[in-house]
C-alpha cells in the first residue's frame, strides 16, 4: 500500500480490497461464534442502545443524546457503554443463559484498540460460579483462532497460543512477581489505603498527590502488569482487589478480594468477567462513590438506574462476561488495529 492510498477513506475500492480478508474474518468468527453460543443452549438477546444511564463507573464516558416527547419535552438518554444493565434485567426475569452482540459506546477513546463504537460480546449464566463464564472465554477465543486457521496470535512483538491451557494469576501474585508489590497488604475489610500502597509502589510509578489507591493501582496494573500477560499462552488475571469490584461480588473467603477476572492475550484484555453482586444497596453504595468521583474529576455524573437497582433483589446467583469482539478477530485475523476489522470505521480511520 502506498502513502496515497494509506490517506485514501476506508470506502475507497482499493482500501476495501485491502481490508476485506479481515472483514471476512469476522463474518466467519461470528458465525462459528454464535453456532457455539446455540450449542450451548444460549438465547441470544437484544436489548436496547439508548438508556437513562449508561452505566456508573468513574473513568467511562457516554455520548448522550436528547429525545424529545410528544409534548415537547426533553429527555437526557445516553448511549451505552455496556448491556449489563438490561442483561441483568432479563436475568431477573427469568432468562438463565443469555448473550449479546451489543453495539456499545465510549468517549474519550481512540486508538489502535480503542474506537468510540464497537462490539462487546456479553453473556450471562445463572446459577453458576463465575469459573464457568472463565472457561467459556477461553472456547471462544480458541473457536476464533480455529476458524481463521492462525496458529498464533501476535501483537506488538508479543505472541500468545490460543489453544495452550492459560495461566492462572491472581492480581495479587501478578503485582509481587511484576512490581514487587504486597497489594493486599494495602487493603483492610475491603478498604483500601491509599498512602500505603503510594509507599509500597516506591518509584515504579510517577504518583501524585492527588492519585487515589484506584489511581495508583491502575498505573501499576497498565505499566507493569499487563505488558506482562498472555505471553506464550493466555492469561486469566483474577480474583482483583475489592476496591476494583465493580459490579462483582466480593469473596467470602477474603473479603480483600472480588470475583472479578480478565483475560489477556499478548498483553492486549480480551474480556472481564464477575461473579455477580446481587446485593442492590452495596451497589448503590459503589455506584453513588464512583460518581461523586466522576464528578470531582470530570464535572459530570449520570444519573443510577433504579429499574437495574430494583431488579438486584430479583436476580438469582449469576456469572457474566464482557469480550471485546472487535479485538479478538483483530487478533484471530492477524489485524494490526481493530478498525481493520469493522465494516464502517468511524470518519477518519481505516
Not at 445463572?126 to 480455529?146: L, P, S
Not at 501474585?173 to 493486599?184: E, V
Not at 433483589?313 to 469493522?342: I, K, N, W, Y
Amino acid at each position: 500500500m502506498n502513502a496515497g492510498q494509506e490517506l485514501s477513506p476506508w470506502w475507497t475500492p482499493g482500501r476495501h480490497v485491502d481490508r476485506k480478508p479481515f472483514l471476512q474474518a469476522r463474518n466467519a468468527i461470528t458465525r462459528a461464534t454464535r453456532d457455539w453460543f446455540g450449542g450451548e443452549g444460549f438465547i441470544e438477546v437484544e436489548t436496547g442502545i439508548l438508556q437513562k444511564s449508561p452505566g456508573n463507573e468513574t473513568h467511562l464516558h457516554a455520548p448522550s443524546a436528547d429525545l424529545t416527547s410528544a409534548s415537547g419535552d426533553k429527555m437526557r438518554h445516553y448511549l451505552r457503554t455496556s448491556p449489563e444493565f438490561a442483561c441483568k434485567k432479563l436475568l431477573a426475569a427469568g432468562e438463565t443463559k443469555i448473550v449479546e452482540f451489543a453495539r456499545v459506546f465510549r468517549d474519550r477513546e481512540r486508538g489502535p484498540l480503542h474506537l468510540p463504537e464497537f462490539t462487546m460480546l456479553e453473556w450471562y449464566r445463572a446459577n453458576e460460579g463465575y469459573e464457568a463464564v472463565m472457561a467459556d472465554c477461553i472456547v471462544v477465543i480458541a473457536r476464533a483462532a480455529q476458524e481463521t486457521g492462525i496458529g498464533m496470535f501476535s501483537f506488538r512483538g508479543k505472541s500468545a497460543d490460543p489453544f495452550a491451557a492459560p495461566e492462572l494469576l491472581t492480581v495479587a501474585d501478578a503485582f509481587s512477581r511484576f512490581a514487587s508489590i504486597n497489594l493486599l497488604a494495602t487493603i483492610s475489610d475491603g478498604r483500601a489505603d491509599r498512602d500505603a500502597l503510594a509507599s509500597a509502589t516506591g518509584h515504579r510509578v510517577r504518583v501524585t498527590e492527588d492519585d487515589t489507591w484506584s489511581d495508583i493501582f491502575s498505573k501499576v496494573l497498565v505499566e507493569h502488569i499487563e505488558p506482562n500477560l498472555g505471553q506464550g499462552r493466555l492469561t486469566i488475571l483474577y480474583e482483583y482487589p475489592a476496591p476494583e469490584a465493580a459490579l462483582a461480588r466480593t469473596k467470602l473467603s477474603d473479603p480483600r478480594v472480588a470475583e472479578r477476572f480478565e483475560v489477556y492475550a499478548c498483553g492486549v484484555e480480551l474480556a472481564n468477567g464477575f461473579g455477580e453482586l446481587i446485593d442492590a444497596e452495596e451497589q448503590r453504595l459503589r455506584f453513588t462513590a464512583a460518581m461523586d468521583e466522576k464528578e470531582r474529576r470530570y464535572g459530570e455524573r449520570y444519573p443510577l438506574d433504579e429499574e437495574f437497582l430494583a431488579a438486584m433483589a430479583q436476580m438469582p446467583e449469576a456469572c457474566g462476561v464482557a469480550l471485546g469482539f472487535d479485538r479478538l478477530v483483530m487478533l484471530a485475523s492477524g489485524a494490526t488495529r481493530v478498525d481493520q476489522v469493522v465494516w464502517t470505521p468511524p470518519g477518519g480511520d481505516a
